[in-house]
């Protein structure tokens, strides 16, 4: 499957399972690659083996049960889980060229998520002061759905989100996720959304080219 992108970024789809650390060395030397102009922008749609990451926040008190590998992502915010069921979205963009605008790159990248959830008739939302992408869970309550994490080196965007596709959501309990212990987890499955193969990454593939106009127009951005 390939996004009707602009010619600078590549879209590229795993169909297999990429280990953590496997992907964290090719987007570091990718990253390189963009910021010397040596390379296209890349974004990059995989699962990984089971997989807590730590974050430039992380706290040890948060880590539970490091029952799965711990690594540290050099990303920005505390621990996180990846692993199969749950689709990851690295996105590696050259902001030099896209307004200089962290802040607005996060905005644009969590209403990217929005609308894809959106595509399955997925309320969700973002909620101020907690990171993320939030809807109302079976019991009634909030509850994660996406998590957001970035990393800006020499202007070219790293990392990116997650979406709770069908993940075992036993697995969060090693960690306190993202530093949040008051609010849980769930997923498409778990409200009751069965997608088929490819599904999400279609959704997401059809809101890419929307993402990066708001990106680049910059008429998504927060005010300060």
């Not at 509850?143 to 993940?167: E, L, Y």
Request: with cysteine; glycine share 12%; proline share 5%.
């Amino acid at each position: 499957m390939s996004a009707m992108l602009e010619e600078s970024v590549e879209w590229r789809v795993e169909s297999g399972e990429i280990p953590y650390r496997a992907a964290l060395a090719e987007m570091d030397a990718r990253n390189r690659r963009i910021a010397a102009g040596e390379a296209r922008e890349l974004i990059w749609l995989l699962e990984h083996p089971p997989v807590y990451t730590a974050g430039t926040s992380a706290s040890g008190a948060d880590l539970l049960d490091p029952r799965f590998e711990v690594v540290e992502a050099g990303r920005g915010g505390r621990y996180t889980y990846h692993g199969p069921g749950q689709r990851v979205g690295y996105v590696l963009l050259d902001l030099g060229r896209r307004g200089r605008d962290v802040r607005c790159f996060v905005h644009a990248l969590e209403g990217w998520v929005l609308d894809a959830l959106g595509t399955f008739g997925v309320e969700c939302w973002r909620s101020d002061g907690r990171v993320g992408i939030w809807t109302r869970d079976v019991d009634g309550r909030e509850a994660k759905i996406g998590a957001i994490g970035v990393r800006v080196r020499r202007w070219v965007t790293m990392h990116g989100f997650s979406i709770n596709v069908a993940p075992d959501l036993a697995h969060f309990g090693g960690i306190v996720p993202c530093g949040i212990a008051e609010f849980g987890v769930t997923s498409l499955e778990k409200l009751g959304i069965a997608l088929a193969p490819g599904a999400l990454d279609a959704a997401l593939a059809a809101h890419a080219p929307g993402f990066l106009a708001a990106l680049d127009t910059r008429k998504s951005c927060p005010t300060p």
